[in-house]
Structure formats: C-alpha cells, structure tokens
C-alpha cells in the first residue's frame, strides 16, 4: 500500500478501508474458518478483526507492510482471547464435532473430501496423539496448556505431537 494510501487508511478514509476489506476479507475468513470450522464464529471473529487492525491502524504511527499477515495475527489473537476464555470456562469442541460438509465461502467438493480424509487419518492415530494434534494444531493451545489439560509433561506433549504430526503425514500420503 502507498504512503498516501496508507495515511488515507489512518484517517479512516471509507474508500481506503474498503479497498482493504475487499483485498483481504477472504484470505482472512478462510484462514479463520479453518481454525473455527463454523461459519457464523469465524464471520464474527472476521468483523472483529478489521475493527480492531484498523483501530490499531489508527492509533500507530508505523505503516503496515503485509496486511493480509497483519490481519492474520490480529485474528489469532482474538482466537487466542476466545480459546481462553472458553479454557477456563473448561468446554471443549470434539474433533467429531467438526462438520466438514458445512460450507464456508466458496467451498467445493475438494476442500469438503480434503476435511474429510484429514478426519478419517486423525480417527487412525491413537488417542492421545490425537488429542495432542487437536489441542496444539487445530485450536492452538501452547504445549505447557495442552500439558495441564492432559495431565503430562510439557517434553510428552511434544514427543507426542511430533509422532501424532508424522503418522499423519504417513497416512495422508498414502491417502492421496
């Protein structure tokens, strides 16, 4: 973005903030949505990361190179809001819960059968691999929460996490 659309983007000039939008909201919403898996939660935590980027964008004086990886990291951190919250409330999302048949923008039949196959290779690692991947990967707990949650050391979460990640390679590779 230029220095003048940029300065334009601080004032919160509605042409320059929906060019922004327009430029960004479906690489943000995928990558949301792939976290969440539920439209309406990730078309929530999307609204809330352009308000909150372009309240950032306002208050700083730095310019912003990358917005699509700027709003990447604003919306992970509203993720990470969330996932506490929810830790502490102590309710968990299964990863049977995941409807890969739910569509998201423009989703296809290749996106739904790629879910699909991940499922079906998450369901062949044991349990605790499993639960591992789903802590750390899919809802982006650190190792030392996904060590509290589980009961084990910080060094098993990850042996786990690296055999659970390998295995899964494995099995996908032979999927395709």
């Given at each position: 973005?230029?220095?003048?659309?940029?300065?334009?983007?601080?004032?919160?000039?509605?042409?320059?903030?929906?060019?922004?939008?327009?430029?960004t909201?479906?690489?943000?919403?995928?990558?949301?949505?792939?976290?969440?898996?539920?439209?309406?939660?990730?078309?929530?935590?999307?609204?809330?990361?352009?308000?909150?980027?372009?309240?950032?964008?306002?208050?700083?004086?730095?310019?912003?190179?990358?917005?699509?990886?700027?709003?990447?990291?604003?919306?992970?951190?509203?993720?990470?809001?969330?996932?506490?919250?929810?830790?502490?409330?102590?309710?968990?999302?299964?990863?049977?819960?995941?409807?890969?048949?739910?569509?998201?923008?423009?989703d296809?039949?290749?996106?739904?059968?790629?879910?699909?196959?991940?499922?079906?290779?998450?369901?062949?690692?044991?349990?605790?691999?499993?639960?591992?991947?789903?802590?750390?990967?899919?809802?982006?707990?650190?190792?030392?929460?996904?060590?509290?949650i589980?009961?084990?050391?910080?060094?098993?979460?990850?042996?786990?996490?690296?055999?659970?990640l390998?295995?899964?390679?494995?099995?996908?590779?032979?999927?395709?």
């Amino acid at each position: 973005m230029e220095e003048k659309e940029f300065a334009k983007l601080q004032e919160g000039d509605r042409e320059s903030v929906e060019k922004l939008f327009a430029s960004t909201w479906k690489d943000i919403y995928r990558f949301i949505y792939y976290k969440v898996q539920n439209r309406e939660e990730a078309e929530d935590i999307t609204q809330e990361t352009y308000v909150r980027a372009l309240d950032h964008i306002r208050r700083s004086d730095k310019k912003i190179e990358k917005h699509v990886d700027f709003l990447k990291t604003v919306s992970l951190n509203i993720l990470r809001d969330r996932w506490r919250k929810r830790s502490r409330r102590g309710t968990m999302v299964g990863i049977e819960s995941i409807d890969p048949t739910e569509t998201a923008v423009e989703d296809s039949s290749d996106i739904v059968s790629q879910r699909e196959l991940i499922r079906n290779a998450l369901d062949r690692l044991s349990e605790e691999q499993r639960k591992v991947i789903e802590l750390r990967i899919i809802k982006g707990y650190s190792t030392a929460e996904t060590a509290k949650i589980m009961n084990k050391k910080e060094g098993t979460i990850r042996v786990l996490q690296y055999r659970g990640l390998k295995a899964l390679a494995e099995l996908l590779k032979n999927s395709v």
